[in-house]
T-cell receptor
Framework: SQELEQSPQSLIVQEGKNLTINCTSS?????LYWYKQKYGEGLIFLMM?????EEKSHEKITAKLDEKKQQSSLHITASQPSHAGIYLC?????????FGTGTSLTVIP | SQTIHQWPATLVQPVGSPLSLECTVE??????LYWYRQAAGRGLQLLFY??????ISSEVPQNLSASRPQDRQFILSSKKLLLSDSGFYLC???????????FGDGTRLSIL
């Protein structure tokens, strides 16, 4: 079965610091999706990457997909308390959709 | 724009009681629909998905079932709940297999 490994599992950063979350697949991905979840709430779609080498940004969050389409990173610049939550990557390899186990982000004011 | 509604937000049920969770999507037609469970921790487990009315695929054998009586309605059911059914249930939709899924706000189910 397809597995998406996310690292780190949890992250605690001081407000204003930059951080990176990684998502790795053993197979080539058709599409890679990043979501954010606040505790007890649904997932909010952030970005979708489909092309090797693609990079997208939204406000202070940048996501990249490597050329082989097996690894993605999510980078937050100058983190704020509003960035806190659980970040999950999701991916499709065809007709199946998979999620990573998530990265819990805490931002200390 | 498309919206997804899921209810109830929280539910406390005794062991052995039935369950019905409902999810509806507005603003789109013939969506793919999904039910997930998120147990303690953060992993999402796909329970059921549907590509059309009456078409249900089950990913994990269990005492839960799903139905899609209308194009934009997806129902998760159980005849007799188990303690292990506790968790956070999420409904999602997508326009196709290769498009992002969009999630409802979830239902927190506690079994006593």
């Amino acid at each position: 079965s397809q597995e998406l490994e996310q690292s780190p599992q949890s992250l605690i950063v001081q407000e204003g610091k930059n951080l990176t979350i990684n998502c790795t697949s053993s197979k080539t991905l058709y599409g890679l999706y990043w979501y954010k979840q606040k505790y007890g709430e649904g997932l909010i779609f952030l970005m979708m990457l489909q092309k090797g080498g693609e990079e997208k940004s939204h406000e202070k969050i940048t996501a990249k997909l490597d050329e082989k389409k097996q690894q993605s990173s999510l980078h937050i610049t100058a983190s704020q308390p509003s960035h806190a939550g659980i970040y999950l990557c999701g991916a499709t390899t065809g007709n199946q959709f998979y999620f990573g186990t998530g990265t819990s982000l805490t931002v200390i004011p | 724009s498309q919206t997804i509604h899921q209810w109830p937000a929280t539910l406390v049920q005794p062991v052995g009681s039935p369950l019905s969770l409902e999810c509806t999507v507005e603003g789109t037609s013939n969506p793919n629909l999904y039910w997930y469970r998120q147990a303690a921790g953060r992993g999402l487990q796909l329970l059921f998905y549907s590509v059309g009315i009456g078409q249900i695929s089950s990913e994990v054998p269990q005492n839960l079932s799903a139905s899609r009586p209308q194009d934009r309605q997806f129902i998760l059911s159980s005849k007799k709940l188990l303690l292990s059914d506790s968790g956070f249930y999420l409904c999602a939709w997508s326009s196709s297999n290769h498009q992002p899924q969009h999630f409802g706000d979830g239902t927190r189910l506690s079994i006593l």
